[in-house]
T-cell receptor, first 116, second 112 residues
């Protein structure tokens, strides 16, 4: 089956630093990937849609200058949290669209970000 | 704005019991998906329902899509501790790129 990986699986950083999270589709190509954020005991909230070779589409209320997305290849999308603050601490999950005709998304295992 | 309401929010039962969780909306969805998520992991797709009135079975799990395609249910028969997890329903967000909107989930705990 389609496998999506994320790296790192967890990261702890100091306030004010930037953190990059990678999302890779291991055995398929994905022109579209999605980034979600999940706070404790809450559901997944879509942050942005990442398209290979073009600018990402951000959901309302998500700062594009703070959450930089780069989808440079068909198997890799990166999310960089710039100048992270404690309120950015969350579980970040990516998904990749394996087949645009079925809209089936395969999710990565998530990245736990803790900002001190 | 499309919303998916899940109920109950929490459910704690004994092994062997049956349960049903619900996913409701005032909006029509072309499809609904059910996921199971364990702590510290990404959600795993269980099933996609696309036809109004459709019923799909996955071992002890039975999924139903409402006739009007506004609601869905997940029924688990003879629950086992391994069924413990967060069950999420998700529907197409209406965008052109396949984005999903998720319900808040039902946190199920099955005690031995």
């Amino acid at each position: 089956g389609a496998v999506v990986s994320q790296h790192p699986s967890w990261v702890i950083c100091k306030s004010g630093t930037s953190v990059k999270i990678e999302c890779r589709s291991l055995d398929f190509q994905a022109t579209t990937m999605f980034w979600y954020r999940q706070f404790p005991k809450q559901s997944l909230m879509l942050m942005a849609t990442s398209n290979e070779g073009s600018k990402a589409t951000y959901e309302q209320g998500v700062e594009k200058d703070k959450f930089l997305i780069n989808h440079a290849s068909l198997t890799l999308s990166t999310l960089t949290v710039t100048s992270a603050h404690p309120e950015d601490s969350s579980f970040y999950i990516c998904s990749a669209l394996a087949d645009p005709y079925t809209d089936t998304q395969y999710f990565g295992p998530g990245t736990r970000l803790t900002v001190l | 704005t499309q919303l998916l309401e899940q109920s109950p929010q929490f459910l704690s039962i004994q092994e062997g019991e049956n349960l049903t969780v619900y996913c409701n909306s005032s909006s029509v969805f072309s499809s609904l998906q059910w996921y199971r998520q364990e702590p510290g992991e990404g959600p795993v797709l269980l099933v996609t329902v696309v036809t109004g009135g459709e019923v799909k079975k996955l071992k002890r799990l039975t999924f139903q899509f409402g006739d009007a395609r506004k609601d869905s249910s997940l029924h688990i028969t003879a629950a086992q501790p391994g069924d413990t997890g967060l069950y999420l329903c998700a529907g197409d967000g209406g965008g052109s790129q396949g984005n999903l909107i998720f319900g808040k989930g039902t946190k199920l705990s099955v005690k031995p």
